[in-house]
């Protein structure tokens, strides 16, 4: 009980916070927008540079730490599109929309809180690892597939859908302060004290100010029908990605304490609204992918308690 009361429950109520915001009117979608575009636009990449500008990369990027999380991730995503085509009859695009939504765990606005609330900001190393290459590696394989879907008898060079993919990767504001973080940390270019003292003001913010635009996000998607597709994606992201991943972690890797606690957690995170930004961007399941990424995430308060009392 102490872990709900204690680690999960005070993300929620941010969380839950914004939901009532938007909900009762007090804030209109616009200012939800706006909070959610500082977040995801400024905030989180000032985050997300400085922890990986300040990463031991070669004892955070443990191959079996990121083997056991991404093979979670990706099982999850073949089974989505398994089922997507043989039970429930949706074509090629739905399937890879609902692929997509399985495997894309929200790994920042979730995990990354819990686990911190959890045992501590020292034991967020394999969180960002994890974090490093999950947007660009996800996205790359989603966006190729569903491009070479679309262009299947249209002629569309190699090389210009190879362009596609990079572009739509690269310019996310995300994946920028993941690189840039790579870039100091590997080359240790040294920063101005003013600058590293800004950007660490901004990091303060991010992670509030993206819960909270999360839950004001998610007024926007009721569950509306496909609800044995929902239920059927819901299992998949918070059951079976974070099944494997433990399942792997602990006795194919044997990885130590951290790293089963960063991977697990992780993957045991609902969809996050980039997933149904995917499935909206190509027009594809889109009912499934929101009502998935609204149910999930309130069934993540009992996933992640239960996976809190398993792991070490």
């Known amino acids: 009980m ?3 009361l204690d680690v999960i429950l005070p993300v929620f109520l941010i969380l839950g916070a914004g939901y009532f915001a938007a909900w009762r009117k ?3 979608e ?3 927008d706006g909070v959610m575009r500082f977040a995801q636009n400024f905030a989180v990449p000032c985050l997300l540079f400085v ?3 300040k990463l031991d990369l070669a004892q955070s990027f443990d191959p079996g730490l990121l083997i056991s999380f991404y093979a ?5 995503g073949a089974l ?7 039970i429930f009859g949706r074509d090629t695009k739905d399937a890879l929309a609902i692929a997509f939504v399985a495997s894309f765990s929200n790994t920042l606005l979730l995990g990354l809180p819990i686990t911190e609330r959890a ?3 020292e034991a967020l190393a394999g969180n960002f690892a994890i974090i490093a290459i999950h947007s660009p590696l996800l996205y790359g394989i989603g966006i190729s597939l569903m491009e070479i879907a679309i262009s299947r008898g249209q002629g569309l060079a190699k090389l210009a859908l190879t362009r596609q993919v990079l572009r739509a990767i690269l310019t996310q504001p995300m994946v920028i302060g993941i690189l840039c973080g790579f870039a100091v940390n590997v080359t240790g270019l040294p920063l101005p004290g003013v600058l590293w003292s800004a950007v660490e003001m901004m990091v303060q913010a991010a992670i509030p100010a993206a819960l909270f635009g999360l839950g004001g996000v998610l007024v926007r998607y009721r569950p509306e029908g496909d609800m044995k597709a929902v239920a059927f994606v819901c299992g998949l992201t918070l059951i079976v990605h974070p099944a494997v991943t433990y399942g792997l972690g ?4 044997g990885l130590n304490v951290d790293q089963m606690r960063s991977a697990v957690l992780m993957g045991a995170m609902a969809p996050g609204v980039n997933a149904f930004l995917f499935a909206n961007m190509y027009g594809a399941a889109k009912r499934v992918a929101a009502s998935t990424v609204l149910l999930a995430t309130v069934g993540t308060i009992l996933t992640a308690w239960s996976w809190l009392h398993i792991l070490p």
């Not at 979670?72 to 999850?76: H, K, M, N, S, T």
């Not at 989505?80 to 043989?86: D, S």
């Not at 602990?250 to 890797?253: A, E, K």
Request: no cysteine; net charge positive; aromatic share 12%.
């Open 2 to 4: 102490n872990a709900l």
């Open 26 to 28: 007090i804030v209109d």
């Open 30 to 32: 616009a200012a939800i």
């Open 51 to 53: 922890s990986i500008s």
């Open 72 to 76: 979670g991730a990706l099982g999850a």
């Open 80 to 86: 989505g599109f398994i089922g997507a085509r043989v």
């Open 119 to 121: 045992y501590g900001a």
């Open 250 to 253: 602990r006795f194919v890797f």
